[in-house]
Structures are given as C-alpha cells and as structure tokens.
C-alpha cells in the first residue's frame, strides 16, 4: 500500500477532511510510454501549511476524474 507523506511522516490511511483543504491543484507527468503511463500528481495545500502530494495511478481515467471533480466542488464550499 503506498503512503502518504504528512508533517514529515509517511501515513497509512491518512484522512483529510474537506475544511482542511487550502487549495488543490494537479501537474502533469508524461509517461514513458513502454514503462509508464501519462499521469497527474495533485497536491493538497492544508490550512496549517502542509503539502500533501497524491498519485491516484492504477484506476480508471474516469474514476480518476471524478475522485478529483469531488474534491474541487467540495473545496469551492
């Protein structure tokens, strides 16, 4: 299971609730054809300063699109 980094500490299972959530934003990263797959990263930018960087890789595009539809309209509240 991949972890997620949080105040300097990889974190299983890490839960962020929607209030916390600064700002969000996604880069692209171009794959390698063969090897990987094109791909985004997506930061959260927390309320106390913290950065936390998500790889949603190995889904659907569409299942993809719509973990990151939810968070955006939820942000915007």
């Not at 390698?32 to 997506?42: G, K, M, S």
């Not at 106390?48 to 939820?74: F, N, P």
Request: glycine letters at 6%; aromatic letters at 12%.
């Amino acid at each position: 299971m991949d972890t997620k980094k949080y105040n300097g500490y990889n974190r299983k299972g890490l839960h962020v609730r929607y209030d916390e959530i600064k700002s969000f934003s996604q880069s692209f990263h171009p794959g390698i054809f063969l090897v990987t797959r094109d791909c985004h990263e997506y930061s959260l930018k927390l309320s106390d300063g913290a950065t936390i960087q998500l790889w949603l890789h190995g889904m659907r595009k569409e299942d993809e699109e719509y973990i990151v539809d939810v968070i955006r309209e939820h942000i915007k509240k």
